[in-house]
């Protein structure tokens, strides 16, 4: 007797596929809020913006001697800082044949893409310049160094401790740097800089207090609100291989009100370009958008370079 197989019928028995196609998993961009300065009274169009502020006047101690005239003083001149504008965007041209052929929707997958990638692509630029404040501090396997070493001289072993978090917290305060709320600094961190705080056990460190009076964040896995700072855990805190024998560093940045600064000729949008062939078989996807930032207040922020015990 013979059987009726899936090889009898091979003509009727096909790969089949989901016509649902999943994206790349995704971190939610979130640096460009920290840029909290803005331009407020712009007097022209230009390419370079100069933000100014006012210096203090010295504080006047001294007594007033009677029947003599005080003698005036000038305020310093105003302190200056410099965006420039610059054009950014990106585009994707889709071919009619492709729309016709696909088994799955193009166009919607091709609106999402570009859209996340205007996302990613303006906080990467946010990012290159939170990083390069002058207020830097490293670690030495946990002690704070005290004067900043080369990025090219940190190990892997070199990780971030509470004790670091806490001075750059009181340099912080000791600068008059304006919390961002609740009269706490914001630290964004890595997932593995995460791992170390709270990793760190003993008087002083993160897991005691925790242990006995914020249980939940063991629970959760989370840092939570720590030494006068709230936490943000985020894969986009910048790591590089730039390290001594390539070990991956880490930067942690621990900010106040008005560290980075934002200016915007063109806000960033999604762009459908005209159909410019011939037949009208290629339809262009994009965004573009024209902005700047820089550092506004060095006083209101911290960069701790640091290793880390899950890359080593």
């Given at each position: 007797m013979a059987d009726t197989t899936t090889s009898s019928y091979a003509g009727l028995v096909k790969t089949v596929y989901d016509q649902f196609v999943e994206f790349a998993l995704r971190s939610e961009p979130l640096f460009r809020q920290v840029a909290d300065k803005r331009v407020a009274d712009q007097a022209m169009p230009g390419n370079v913006i100069t933000l100014s502020r006012f210096q203090d006047l010295s504080a006047a101690t001294t007594g007033l001697t009677e029947g003599t005239d005080v003698t005036a003083v000038a305020p310093s001149d105003t302190v200056t800082k410099t965006i420039t504008l610059e054009e950014y965007g990106n585009v994707v041209t889709r071919t009619e044949f492709l729309d016709l052929l696909s088994f799955a929707a193009v166009d919607p997958a091709i609106a999402n893409l570009v859209a996340y990638n205007m996302r990613d692509s303006v906080d990467a630029l946010v990012r290159t310049t939170l990083i390069g404040g002058t207020n830097e501090i490293t670690s030495n396997a946990g002690v704070r160094d005290a004067s900043p070493q080369n990025t090219n001289t940190l190990l892997a072993t070199d990780i971030i401790s509470t004790a670091i978090l806490r001075y750059a917290v009181t340099r912080l305060r000791a600068n008059s740097a304006q919390p961002v709320k609740?009269?706490?600094?914001?630290?964004?961190?890595?997932?593995?800089?995460?791992?170390?705080?709270?990793?760190?056990?003993g008087a002083g460190g993160w897991q005691l207090p925790h242990v006995y009076q914020a249980g939940a964040n063991i629970w959760a896995g989370e840092i939570g609100s720590y030494e006068g700072a709230f936490f943000i855990e985020t894969p986009r805190a910048y790591q590089a291989a730039d390290g001594s024998a390539s070990a991956i560093i880490s930067r942690t940045m621990v900010l106040g009100k008005q560290f980075l600064a934002e200016a915007v000729a063109r806000e960033f949008g999604l762009v459908i370009g005209p159909v410019v062939d011939s037949l009208a078989r290629e339809r262009p996807v994009g965004w573009k958008g024209t902005a700047g930032w820089c550092v506004y207040r060095e006083e209101a922020g911290y960069r701790i370079e640091h290793g880390s015990s899950v890359s080593q």
């Open positions: 609740d009269g706490l600094y914001a630290a964004y961190v890595h997932p593995d800089t995460s791992y170390d705080l709270r990793a760190e056990s």
